[in-house]
């Protein structure tokens, strides 16, 4: 806890109990930072703030009324200030602990989660992003994949408390455009890729990028920004604008680390890492080549962390994949399943080049949908991908909210001529009636909801057990006991 005068050039020296940018979560004797959002204005809500207990009031534009026993701050930024007062508050947490951040518009999650997980051996790590908050035993969902500045900074704080020594941090360009990590002192920034996305929120490519690059502003000389060559437009963008050390991974341009020889496998994938000069296979249970390049992006971290190169082999050899992304569900019948986020146009497309890669004689079979109520041209797209690469699609609900799930399904549907295509509104049975088609050797593919266990509707979010619950209970119905129900499948050996 801070006095007011240890946070601001104040007179007064009450305790400060809580900091809140939200008036709803206000509690006593605390200050509340007025955001002028992109919905709504911090301002309006004053009131509220100091009738739930706010003592002192931050703010930036001119106000009507003052109370005689509330302390107003006026400052030029009160985005900035939050951040300076956040990281004050709760005593600097980012510079207490090894803090890596991610960014790129895929990869975010399975990079942040296998570092974290390589580094477990020999640390108390912790991770914030898309999937959870995790550490010391602790886990907890995550409001958004980059967390807003008090929230983030008070769990970065907990973190310390718990000796936690580093923490992989996934950082949307959502996040760094609205200044949710300007406090985080970052040891190490790694970029993945960027797709066009979010334009909406940023207008063009440019913004977009430029959101990106701004996590690279946030290092200092000591540290690290491992970036990817073949991103070939936005590693020439902050190459030359860095100030620290720069290593670079990529598989078709130079690198310091590299990928040669790769093969992918329905259940793995190998591959030669060169690094300088020296040449090793790696063989790693996450599927596609483009996890390749999540992977080389792993191996540069720890590499530089100082982990010697055979170590950094072992410890990708040996942690797996991460839930819901890419991931082979376990079964013995002679038939797959993958359950992938699959968030981007272009990812549908780096699943389906993988399945038709690694698919023997069987069939492509996909199953998804389309969100409800947003970007809505992807539903052509991702309708023309399935076109093109699947043999037989089951469109269904996926995160319609208060948009009709039927309509959206008949969007997607308008584009695949070739492939069977029906529309099963209900997700479970969609999966279902998947598993319930698969011959051997195909290649079922649940597509857009990976690791979550909730579907947005119009009223909010509905409880759904998950697409890897769902389809692995389907298979133990179906093939279970299938001399019962007619259903035979020889088993794998
Ligand atoms: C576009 C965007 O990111 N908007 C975020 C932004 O909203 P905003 O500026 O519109 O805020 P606002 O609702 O206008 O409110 C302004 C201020 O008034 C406060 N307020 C509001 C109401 C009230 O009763 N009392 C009160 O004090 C709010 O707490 C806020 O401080 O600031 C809010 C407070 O931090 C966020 O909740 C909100 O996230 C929205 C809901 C959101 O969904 N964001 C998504 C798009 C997002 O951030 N996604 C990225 C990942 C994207 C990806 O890579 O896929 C993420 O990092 O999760």
Not at 110 to 137: D, P, R
Not at 281 to 305: D, P, W
Not at 319 to 331: A, F, K, P, T
Request: proline share 2%.
């Amino acid at each position: 806890m801070k006095k007011i005068n240890e946070l601001f050039p104040v007179d007064e020296d009450f305790k400060v109990q809580s900091i809140h940018s939200d008036s709803r979560y206000v509690g006593k004797d605390s200050i509340f930072f007025c955001i002028d959002g992109l919905s709504v204005d911090g301002h309006k809500y004053i009131e509220d703030a100091i009738f739930q207990g706010a003592k002192c009031i931050v703010y930036s534009k001119p106000l009507t009324f003052k109370h005689k026993d509330v302390l107003y701050i006026k400052v030029d930024n009160v985005l900035d200030e939050l951040n300076r007062v956040a990281d004050l508050f709760y005593d600097h947490p980012s510079y207490k602990m090894t803090v890596i951040g991610v960014t790129g518009s895929s990869g975010k999650t399975i990079v942040a989660l296998m570092i974290k997980n390589a580094l477990s051996q020999f640390l108390k790590m912790g991770y914030i992003g898309t999937n959870n908050i995790e550490y010391a035993g602790i886990i907890e969902q995550c409001p958004y994949t980059t967390p807003e500045t008090i929230f983030l900074q008070r769990h970065l704080s907990d973190m310390v408390k718990k000796d936690v020594k580093g923490v992989t941090l996934e950082v949307s360009s959502h996040g760094l455009a609205l200044k949710r990590v300007d406090s985080v002192h970052f040891d190490i920034g790694i970029f993945t890729n960027v797709y066009e996305e979010h334009l909406d929120f940023h207008g063009t490519m440019e913004n977009l990028m430029a959101s990106k690059a701004k996590l690279f502003s946030l290092i200092d000389e000591k540290g690290y920004a491992i970036l990817n060559t073949d991103e070939v437009r936005f590693y020439n963008l902050v190459k030359d604008q860095i100030k620290c050390h720069i290593l670079t991974y990529g598989i078709e341009h130079k690198a310091d680390i590299m990928a040669r020889n790769i093969e992918v496998f329905i259940d793995h994938s190998e591959f030669d890492v060169q690094v300088h000069d020296e040449l090793k296979h790696v063989s790693v249970g996450v599927l596609g080549r483009f996890n390749i390049s999540n992977v080389l992006a792993v191996m540069t971290a720890l590499l530089a962390l100082e982990m010697p190169l055979s170590q950094v082999i072992d410890r990708v050899e040996h942690i797996s994949g991460v839930d819901g992304r890419m991931e082979l569900l376990q079964h013995p019948y002679p038939f797959h399943v993958i359950v992938d986020y699959c968030q981007h146009v272009k990812s549908y497309e780096k699943v389906f080049q993988f399945a038709q890669q690694v698919k023997k004689d069987g069939r492509i079979i996909a199953v998804f949908g389309a969100p409800g109520k947003k970007n809505y041209n992807k539903r052509q797209k991702i309708g023309k991908l399935a076109n093109q690469y699947c043999d037989q699609v089951i469109l269904t609900a996926e995160d319609n909210r208060d948009e009709d799930i039927q309509d959206i399904c008949l969007d997607i549907q308008k584009y695949i001529e070739k492939p069977v295509s029906v529309i099963i509104e209900d997700r479970r049975i969609a999966i279902e009636q998947a598993i319930e088609i698969a011959n051997r050797h195909d290649i079922i593919l649940i597509l857009g909801k990976g690791h979550e266990q909730f579907m947005a509707s119009a009223i909010g979010n509905d409880p759904y057990p998950g697409d890897k619950y769902v389809a692995l209970e389907a298979i133990n119905k179906i093939f279970k006991g299938e001399e019962d129900n007619g259903k035979e499948m020889e088993q794998i050996d």
